[in-house]
């Protein structure tokens, strides 16, 4: 019945990307790098309550030099590349690591969020082409004519359509459930857990989650309630 | 008090495998899991049918050999405890339970409630050991160790190796018990000169036998009986990053898995002939 030698060795190891863990590192950073454009942003776009003229002058300022805006945009989709890359090889494993499922299992200890990172994910992606498509290139703008350069026109034109309102507080929401997961979790995967401080770092998890999930959605909200017009 | 128990049989890997349900009465509240399954194996055996398969050794908690879910819990729903040392008593009288073998292409199943845990042992065959120089024994306190590292590594060392944290895993992965294993031999001096090599090679072999990745997700450390912390876990990126890190020879060597049973063991299963 010997089918394989035993105690065969081979000499094929699993590197440091082949494995799950060297994965979840890169996917550690490239969150983190991801983390820090979605703080920055929600910033950016928080100067929608300070008028027109400021968001403009902000849209501008971006763009100013073209290379820095490459150089930030290229970070940006390498390390959204390798995440999704990760993500589908960690969630290609998974599939393959339990060929015939339970009957019934039941979750003890873990959190909702941590649980559904691989549907808040895809959706997340989803929106964010969406989002590129409808504010950045201009392709599809619901609610009225696209101007370049005329963001807050473009904002509040897009928002007062309800279900583009609906679609991104949604999005936002689950922007939030995978921060509370994420944000906690990239220290784990890059190898700190300290008794004492990660209880803390998953308070701070929550709350950053919350605010920053907070702060894109009170501006549809703005929108849909006239404060912004 | 009396219970029924709907349990999962397969006579072997060949064997689609189903749930059958038992009645079971006269149960003492006051004996395990396993001794009920033990009542139920003799009026199966009296009946002339085949008993229930179950692994078990030591009944006393820290051997690690037990271990089945019970309504879709590792080692069902007493925290801290294996199925051995769960009393029937924490069950309603007249309840029905589901049990199910451990399911993960790393652990395929040997019979009813039994299943290969061979993984394991070759992670452990991968690096969970030290060096040392065999000979008379070494004086006791020659190396110093700091109370807390030794707290810590004996709480690491508390894992048995019973496969609850890939059970209850959803990816089933077994990080809980490969961090287990690093962060105890590590945190103590005599394992720290093996430290960038072991998590390497425990992480190479756990990749080869086909166990899914960690994502931090918690279900293991909820299960552990002996409530193993996530904590061990980092410990393993930490070592096994930095060991990628500075790692220089390349010579990392994986054992192939093998799920086959060897001739000439007494294990000898036949796929066709068992019934």
């Given amino acids: 019945m010997a089918t394989t030698v035993v105690g065969a060795r081979e000499i094929q190891p699993a590197r440091f990307w ?16 991801l983390l820090l454009f979605v703080i920055g942003h929600v910033l950016g776009n928080l100067q929608v309550f300070e008028g027109p003229a400021q968001l403009n002058a902000y849209g501008r300022y971006l763009r100013a030099v073209p290379e820095i805006l490459w150089a930030v945009r290229i970070v940006l989709i390498v390390s959204v590349v390798l995440h999704i890359w990760a993500s589908i090889a960690l969630a290609t494993r998974k599939m393959q690591a339990r060929p015939v499922g339970y009957a019934n299992r039941e979750n003890v200890s873990s959190s909702y969020a941590s649980r559904t990172m691989y549907w808040s994910g895809p959706i997340i992606l989803a929106f964010v082409i969406y989002h590129l498509l409808h504010l950045t290139a201009g392709v599809v703008h619901p609610g009225g004519q696209f101007i370049e350069g005329d963001v807050y026109h473009n904002v509040v034109a897009g928002f007062s359509v309800w279900w583009v309102s609906a679609w991104y507080i949604f999005s936002m929401i689950l922007v939030g459930f995978h921060l509370r997961h994420g944000i906690w979790s990239m220290f784990q995967s890059i190898g700190f857990n300290h008794p004492r401080h990660t209880p803390i770092l998953k308070k701070a998890a929550l709350v950053l989650a919350l605010a920053i999930s907070l702060g894109y959605i009170s501006i549809p909200v703005a929108v849909m309630t006239g404060l912004i017009k | 008090m009396r219970v029924t128990l709907k349990i999962w049989r397969q006579t072997n890997r060949a064997d689609k495998g189903r749930f059958v349900k038992y009645q079971v009465g006269d149960v003492n509240p006051d004996m395990s899991i396993l001794e009920c399954l033990d009542v139920l194996n003799e009026q199966l055996i009296e009946r002339d049918e085949e008993p229930v398969a179950f692994e078990h050794d030591c009944r006393e908690g820290i051997c690690g050999s037990c271990g089945f879910m019970i309504n879709g819990v590792a080692h069902g729903p007493l925290p801290a405890t294996t199925v ?12 029905e339970l589901l049990l199910e073998p451990w399911r993960a292409r790393a652990f395929p199943i040997i019979k009813d ?6 993984s394991f042992d070759r992670i452990i ?12 024994a070494p004086d006791g306190n020659a190396i110093p160790v700091p109370k807390e590292a030794a707290d810590r ?26 961090g287990a294993k690093i962060a105890h031999l590590g945190t103590l001096p005599q394992g720290a000169p093996e430290r960038d ?11 080869a036998e086909g166990f899914g990745g960690c994502t931090n997700i918690g279900e293991c450390t909820g299960v552990c009986p002996k409530e193993i912390p996530l904590e ?3 410990r393993m990126n930490h070592d096994f990053i930095w060991g990628s890190w500075r790692e220089r020879d390349n010579v990392v060597t994986t054992m192939r898995p093998f799920t086959e049973w060897s001739t000439g063991s007494k294990f000898q299963i036949n796929e066709q002939e068992t019934d």
Avoid: E, W
């Fill in chain 2, 125 to 136: 065959a991968a690096g969970g050991y030290i060096s040392v120089s065999t000979g008379s």
């Fill in chain 2, 232 to 234: 061990v876990i980092a």
């Fill in chain 2, 113 to 118: 409630l039994t299943v290969d845990r061979r």
């Fill in chain 2, 197 to 207: 090599r072991r998590a390497i090679h425990m992480v190479a072999q756990m990749t």
């Fill in chain 2, 153 to 178: 590594a004996m709480d690491a060392a508390a894992c048995i190796g019973c496969g609850a944290c890939v059970a209850a895993c959803p990816n089933a992965s077994p990080a809980l018990f490969t």
């Fill in chain 1, 18 to 33: 082949a494995s799950t863990n060297g994965k979840k590192a890169v996917m550690a950073v490239t969150g983190f790098i």
């Fill in chain 2, 84 to 95: 051995c040392q769960l009393t029937m008593r924490h069950f309603k009288d007249g309840a």
